[in-house]
């Protein structure tokens, strides 16, 4: 939206990503983007995994260039069922372990691969690394 800042476009796609993973118990995801003709972007992708996302650089809006910053939202269940998809994105073959214990309000380890925001238990957090974890 013309003249919005990036954390109130954080803050409206948060809104979006918490509304699907609370109807569909799956992470969505995106990369942060420049360039286009709004100063921020974001193409929301799943791959209807609850522990995994699967986006990429490449998949941002047309005419834009996927940023250093990713957002992402969390499940609210403390332990999960695994389905296939889970497994597969784990490594492991179907049937294995199909439960996982899981705090969804904070960052997992997976999510320090890059900086960005989590959306989750009701909140906006943003990180730039392990302890640099903030709410916004």
């Known amino acids: 939206?013309?003249?919005?800042?990036?954390?109130?476009?954080?803050?409206?796609?948060?809104?979006?990503?918490?509304?699907?993973?609370?109807?569909?118990?799956?992470?969505?995801?995106?990369?942060?983007?420049?360039?286009g003709n709004s100063p921020f972007a974001v193409k929301v992708v799943t791959i209807n995994s609850q522990i995994a996302c699967g986006m990429s650089k490449a998949e941002v809006?047309?005419?834009?260039v996927a940023g250093s910053e990713t957002i992402h939202s969390h499940p609210q269940g403390r332990t999960l069922r695994l389905s296939n998809v889970?497994?597969?994105v784990l490594g492991n073959p179907?049937?294995?372990?199909?439960?996982?214990?899981?705090?969804?309000?904070k960052f997992s380890n997976q999510d320090y691969t890059a900086p960005g925001?989590?959306?989750?238990?009701?909140?906006?957090?943003?990180?730039?690394?392990?302890g640099t974890e903030k709410e916004i």
């Not at 809006?61 to 834009?64: A, D, L, S, V």
């Open 117 to 130: 925001y989590l959306v989750t238990c009701g909140k906006v957090l943003h990180q730039r690394g392990r």
């Open 61 to 64: 809006p047309e005419g834009y």
């Open 86 to 88: 889970d497994m597969k």
């Open 1 to 35: 939206m013309a003249g919005e800042g990036k954390t109130e476009f954080v803050k409206r796609v948060a809104e979006t990503l918490e509304g699907f993973t609370a109807e569909t118990g799956f992470e969505a995801c995106g990369w942060i983007a420049y360039g």
């Open 94 to 105: 179907a049937g294995m372990n199909r439960r996982e214990a899981n705090d969804p309000c």
